[in-house]
């Protein structure tokens, strides 16, 4: 099936995609939204610019967009809409795995929209499925945290066996439940690596508080 892939540049959207790939789907486009100001990403807070090179290095073509609050269920069905009238696309790769609430969402969207919602991930057990992204080669950073779960001293830390066993009990070892979020920045689909040079925790209180990883630097 030719589908698009939604990309936060995170490990859940990555690994979907290789994942939707491996089971013979084409993926000729990746979508990533942005904020109002199309400066960072929608759910990362990532710098735009940076989710543009990730995809140039997975060798994927993305096309970003403004989203705004207000309207982003519309704004998601044009979009969806446009590329399936003018490149045949006709499922949507989603790397959700278990909350009901946003795959029911999702489901009515893509419904709507008569597109196919694929989720390679759903269901999976977390800590088997964040094992077999490491052990994948998937190399995988923090850039963002729950400040009531987690401190700024996990910004920036690797996603391996070890952060999982440091991982308290009460925190899905995916980051779910938007416990923290992450950057991919080498693996399998890439031609080679992101190196972050230079990076500051900074504090933003918009949708709770959270600690995020501000780049200024990578190459």
Not at 61 to 78: L, S
Request: proline share 5%.
């Amino acid at each position: 099936m030719k589908a698009a892939g939604l990309w936060s540049g995170g490990k859940d959207s990555c690994f979907a995609c290789y994942k939707a790939m491996s089971l013979g789907h084409e993926i000729p486009i990746l979508f990533n939204f942005t904020n109002p100001e199309n400066k960072n990403s929608l759910s990362h807070g990532l710098p735009a610019g940076l989710i543009r090179r990730q995809a140039e290095l997975a060798g994927i073509p993305i096309v970003q967009k403004a989203m705004p609050g207000e309207t982003y269920r519309e704004e998601f069905k044009v979009l969806i809409s446009a590329w399936k009238e003018d490149e045949g696309i006709e499922g949507i790769v989603f790397g959700d795995i278990y909350l009901k609430e946003h795959k029911d969402w999702i489901d009515e969207v893509c419904r709507e929209a008569d597109v196919k919602p694929i989720f390679p991930l759903w269901g999976r057990d977390t800590k088997e499925l964040i094992l077999e992204i490491v052990d994948s080669g998937f190399e995988t950073i923090v850039v963002a945290v729950n400040a009531d779960l987690l401190n700024k001293e996990w910004l920036g830390c690797n996603i391996n066996k070890k952060f999982i066993e440091e991982l308290k009990p009460e925190i899905d070892p995916c980051g779910e439940k938007g416990e923290f979020h992450t950057l991919v920045v080498n693996g399998p689909i890439f031609r080679r690596a992101i190196k972050i040079l230079e990076a500051q925790p900074v504090i933003k209180e918009s949708f709770g508080k959270h600690w995020f990883l501000d780049i200024k630097k990578y190459e």
